[in-house]
């Protein structure tokens, strides 16, 4: 009998590159879905998707309702998931029909796509996620929620060391570029935010319902705020704003387009967005990271820190 599952091996050597220990998780997923559609009565409806830590499953429930049955990989923490979708019901994000943290599995409302990152127009792309972040930005932090205040801390110390290191390597910083993206970050761990937000809001990560709504998948449970989500709206349209004939500007439209949309501050958008861009281009360039994003992500400090 051939298995309802068929991990492909790119997926499998991803997973298996950043910790060693999915291999037993990998093994076992062709077993784990199907006890998950038997327990929970559901058909196996087309094939499964592999995203960077989940296996998706597209199903019919019982009642031969669409849904899609998510295997969460030991990467990613399905109960931080569990807590945001539910937290964020009917506000902008994915339905949860279903979950069983310890199965690290959930059922989810089905959506047929595209994403926005098949959107032709990317102003016209960072308008709706904008507006799928303000809806987000309406739901206030449950008090388990992380502070993005309190991993700035964190992350301030992480940053030193990186840029100690980017220096002694002889990375071409821009002159000032590493002491304004501390700053930056120094300045989110006072943040008194109190609403939630996706903190992975790429275009990937919006995709339309049947019935016409966007809506986010895969939303992180952080209470911040909304001006931290400018920055993987700026690399979901890195590629095609950096080949434009003035990118700086064409940068600052795409934000401005969400902020509007999002009712959120540009200026600052900008500024969280230019230190994350720093620490991505940092993290990258010191783990062996794709040299096409280390290129972009230079070239995004750049013209940015101009």
């Not at 998706?56 to 429930?61: A, H, Q, S």
């Not at 964190?154 to 060391?161: D, G, I, L, N, S």
């Not at 290191?165 to 970050?185: F, S, T, Y």
């Not at 900008?270 to 990258?284: D, G, H, L, N, P």
Request: aromatic share 4%.
């Amino acid at each position: 009998m051939t298995p309802l599952l068929q991990v492909p091996g790119t997926f499998r050597r991803r997973l298996l590159h950043q910790d060693r220990s999915t291999a037993s998780w990998l093994d076992a997923a062709p077993e784990h879905a199907a006890r998950m559609l038997g327990r929970w009565e559901l058909t196996a409806d087309g094939e499964a998707m592999y995203g960077g830590t989940s296996i998706v499953l597209p199903v019919r429930t019982a009642d031969g309702d669409p849904a899609a049955l998510k295997l969460v990989s030991p990467l990613a923490e399905p109960a931080l998931e569990i807590s945001a979708l539910s937290a964020l019901a009917g506000h902008g994000v994915v339905d949860l029909l279903r979950a069983d943290r310890e199965e690290r599995a959930l059922l989810l409302e089905r959506l047929p796509g595209p994403s926005l990152i098949e959107h032709p127009d990317p102003l016209a792309a960072a308008r709706i996620a904008g507006a799928v972040a303000a809806r987000i930005a309406t739901v206030p932090a449950p008090p388990d929620a992380p502070r993005l205040a309190e991993t700035s801390r964190a992350w301030a110390e992480a940053f030193q060391a990186q840029h100690a290191r980017a220096v002694a390597d002889g990375l071409p910083i821009p002159a000032g570029a590493g002491e304004r993206a501390a700053e930056v970050i120094d300045d989110l761990a006072a943040d008194t935010s109190r609403t939630l937000t996706h903190g992975d809001l790429s275009f990937e990560n919006v995709l339309r319902c049947g019935d016409g709504r966007w809506v986010a998948i895969d939303p992180g449970h952080l209470c911040g705020p909304v001006e931290n989500e400018a920055h993987t709206v700026v690399r979901s349209v890195l590629p095609a704003m950096l080949e434009a004939s003035r990118p700086r500007e064409a940068l600052r439209e795409v934000v401005a387009a969400f902020c509007e949309a999002a009712g959120a501050d540009a200026d600052r958008a900008e500024e969280i967005s230019f230190a994350r861009a720093v620490a991505s281009w940092f993290w990258e360039a010191q783990h062996t990271g794709r040299t096409d994003d280390i290129e972009r992500l230079r070239r995004l400090v750049e013209i940015t820190v101009e």
